[in-house]
């Protein structure tokens, strides 16, 4: 029995959740601490057997859900990979996972796998291989998911718009939701040097269902976006530009490696909430 | 340059470490403060350093013998020659095993590392049985519902979860001392392990939840090749005799054996 006992249902996503990592199943399962909601990386639970389908099914007992993946390649030229989809399409029902979301690039061609986010030029074409794909993929699965912007690490010359514009373009086409990245458009403004108040400012937020905070890493000559420290403060004030206009929006704290304790995570996900606490009383105190 | 230009000629750059990056570079512009070089290393470098990372934690005792130096230059030929082509990174890495073999092969002044290609088959079996699917348990009912003019016709069926191997080096020992980091260099260079007399027979199953390792005698090492390579039941006796019944109760008891199909018929399970 990996479960002590069964203490609560799964209700909606709401709040601050944080994403799981294997190193925290163990005390997630038998502390069942007080985190609203898992994000969990769909890629690592597709194991046929052994202990990993148990822990999935175990986890999403006690908590709500969410599936990230990096597998669906919704950039790619290849066809897609309806095997796969089908494999997350059955976890989803099973388990009674809230939503998927995916990365605005592409992992794969020719049959051959980067496992790296890879990024696209943003012209015509881009938007419009990309949004048939995410139709397909919306309608295989019966439900809108999620783009995620990324960390760009490249320019392309063949570029028509900047990643903003492409970005809710590609969500009115494909009419797909939004994962907005702040540590991610934070990470391109450092390397790319794009200019992350207009960009927040540009979403169409009425399609931004879900935020990701996490942190990076200096390395020689760029910022690397490795999920292995603390928000950033810059970052935290982005947040907080963004929550002002998603005041309840689901928010994520990433944490992906030298992974702290959970209770670690636990207290940037409570920093999370009281900033947006802070905005919201904000907006109440000049409303009245 | 249509997207599917810009996504293959991008992709060649990655898993093609020495390719010639020109054509890919003229799509580039200066961002910031990374140059179209800068750009394609950060790409290249992120990727060998997850797929390296991967070999890492499949072959901890290759990467501890070989040392971290040599085992990351093994990687990145690797990864050369053996690019990923399965969207599930458990599955990167399955043909280091015969790659080694075949680098061990051409590099006479490895001699001294023969056994590595067995130790590398240890490691990914370890590794793949972990992720692999579940069996039923056996199904003792049915075997019982088998006519008595079947019964010499039964294939018994391997599980999922048992992988058989054999070595003429003393792998077990190599494996076990080399798993972890060793404290020191001292540490390393003091091992030393005997060639065992004959060969060492085991086999790596997942017990549950938990991996675990058997050695086994030559007998038993024999039935369980001959049930995997689909002898029937008459045959087993044939071959086996008074040995058999026994192994038999003890594989099917350990999980090692899922099930049953009669001849050339499909599975009856």
Redesign the interface.
């Known amino acids: 029995m990996l479960l002590q006992e069964k203490q609560k249902a799964p209700g909606p996503i709401s709040g601050t959740g944080i994403g799981l990592r294997s190193s925290h199943v163990g005390e997630i399962l038998m502390k069942q601490p007080d985190i609203p909601w898992l994000e969990l990386l769909a890629?690592n639970h597709?194991?046929?057997?052994?202990?990993?389908?148990?822990q999935l099914a175990a986890v999403c007992e006690i908590y709500p859900v969410t599936f990230h993946s990096v597998?669906l390649?919704l950039?790619?030229?290849d066809p897609l990979?309806f095997k796969?989809l089908g494999k997350l399409k059955k976890l989803m029902r099973q388990h009674h996972v809230a939503w998927l979301s995916e990365h605005l690039c592409?992992?794969?061609?020719?049959?051959?796998?980067?496992?790296?986010l890879?990024p696209?030029?943003y012209?015509q074409?881009?938007l419009q291989?990309m949004a048939q794909r995410i139709t397909h993929v919306q309608d295989f699965l019966g439900e809108r998911i999620l783009v995620e912007n990324v960390s760009n690490?490249?320019?392309?010359?063949?570029s028509e718009m900047d990643e903003a514009e492409f970005i809710t373009a590609l969500a009115i086409q494909a009419d797909c939701d939004l994962l907005i990245d702040v540590n991610n458009i934070y990470v391109n403004h450092?390397?790319?040097?794009i200019d992350p108040v207009r960009y927040i400012k540009q979403l169409p937020f009425e399609r931004v269902r879900e935020v990701h905070l996490a942190g990076y890493e200096q390395k020689d000559?760029?910022v690397?976006d490795a999920h292995n420290n603390p928000v950033s403060d810059p970052v935290w004030d982005l947040y907080g530009q963004l929550i002002q206009h998603l005041p309840n929006v689901p928010v994520l704290i990433e944490w992906d490696n030298d992974i702290p304790p959970l209770s670690r995570l636990m207290e940037e996900a409570h920093k999370a909430d009281v900033i947006k606490q802070q905005y919201r009383q904000g907006i109440s105190y000049a409303i009245s | 340059m249509p997207l599917a230009d810009v996504e293959q000629t991008f992709m060649q750059c990655l898993i093609k470490p020495y390719h010639d990056v020109d054509m890919f570079m003229s799509k580039l512009v200066v961002a910031g403060s990374l140059s179209p070089e800068k750009q394609i290393s950060i790409y290249r470098s992120n990727i060998n350093g997850a797929h390296e990372s991967v070999l890492v934690q499949i072959y901890p005792a290759c990467k501890t013998i070989l040392g971290e130096g040599y085992f990351n230059q093994l990687c990145l030929l690797y990864r050369i020659q053996f690019p990923s082509k399965h969207a599930d990174l458990n599955k990167y890495g399955k043909h280091f095993p015969v790659f080694i073999k075949v680098f061990l092969e051409k590099h006479n002044e490895l001699q001294v590392f023969s056994y590595l290609h067995d130790l590398a088959l240890l490691e990914w079996y370890w590794h793949a049985i972990y992720y692999s699917s579940n069996d039923l348990p056996f199904d003792f009912s049915l075997l019982a519902n088998v006519a008595k003019d079947q019964q010499q016709k039964l294939v018994f069926h391997l599980s999922n979860t048992v992988s058989l191997q054999s070595s003429c080096y003393p792998v077990l020992a190599i494996w076990d001392a080399n798993r972890a980091e060793l404290s020191s260099e001292k540490q390393k260079s003091e091992q030393s392990f005997e060639m065992p007399d004959e060969e060492i027979c085991f086999c790596i199953f997942r017990d549950n939840y938990e991996m675990a390792l058997k050695e086994l005698s030559a007998t038993q090492f024999e039935i369980l090749q001959a049930i995997n390579a689909g002898q029937t039941l008459g045959e087993l006796s044939d071959r086996f005799g008074g040995d058999l019944q026994s192994a038999l109760n003890y594989y099917i008891q350990q999980g090692w054996i899922s099930g049953f199909s009669v001849d050339e018929m499909s599975n009856v399970r």
Request: hydrophobic residues 40%; proline residues 4%.
């Open positions: 890629d597709m194991a046929a057997g052994g202990l990993i389908p148990e597998g390649s950039g790619s030229i990979d796969y592409f992992t794969s061609v020719d049959g051959f796998h980067s496992h790296d890879l696209m030029p012209s074409e881009s291989h690490y490249m320019k392309f010359a063949e450092l390397n790319l040097g000559g760029f690397l």
